[in-house]
Each structure stands twice: as C-alpha cells, then as structure tokens.
C-alpha cells in the first residue's frame, strides 16, 4: 500500500474528492495547512500600497491505496489540479507499511 500526500489549492479539493470517489478511493483525510514553495509567497497590490503573503492557504490530502493504483491516483491529482501555474502543488508518496481499522480490527487491504 502506499499513502499520497497532495498540497494543492483549496479550490481544486472538490474536483479531486468527486474524481478520487469514481477510481474507487472515497476516503481520505483533508488538513487545511499554510505555506509557500520556491515563490516564497506572493505580492499583492490594493489600494496602491502593495504587501507581501509570505504562507499561501493549501490543502493537505491523504489517501491510501494499493500500488498497482498509485499510477492512476497520481493522474487524478495532476489533471484536477493542474492550471499551469506556480503554485499547482506537490504530490508525494511514502510506504504503509500496515493499516488497521479501529472499529472491526481489520488488517492491511481490508482496512481501507
């Protein structure tokens, strides 16, 4: 199993929740987190003054699927969230190496 940890704009979460739900993969654990990549914020003008947002509003994503999935999860993030721009995100995946569900004591594949 391998668990994908997405950053990608708040805006895109609902496009990605509806496209992850049609593959098969409905759960998931969204975190709203704060940062910046190699823009280190953004410069906005408003009313001629101009200021700086040094942590942009993310959001955090992850799931949990089997490896022969992991292509296929990738492609849904990518194509939900790409706009081109800096800023899209990153996707990253690590190793489960077991998961458990708390109510039945389910093990690995079951347990997702």
């Known amino acids: 199993m391998k668990m994908i940890v997405a950053i990608i704009k708040p805006e895109k979460l609902d496009a990605v929740l509806e496209a992850l739900t049609e593959i098969g993969y409905p759960g998931l654990t969204v ?61 990253f995946v690590l190793d489960v190496e077991d998961a458990v569900r708390v109510r039945t004591g389910d093990e690995g594949i079951k347990a997702i």
């Not at 704060?34 to 509003?57: A, C, D, M, S």
């Open 31 to 91: 975190t709203e987190v704060k940062g910046h990549g190699k823009q280190k914020g953004v410069t906005h003008r408003w009313r001629g003054n101009e200021y700086t947002v040094t942590f942009i509003p993310k959001a955090r994503v992850e799931v949990v699927v089997l490896d022969e999935d992991v292509g296929k999860t990738l492609d849904v993030f990518v194509r939900k969230c790409r706009t081109g721009q800096i800023g899209d995100g990153k996707l």
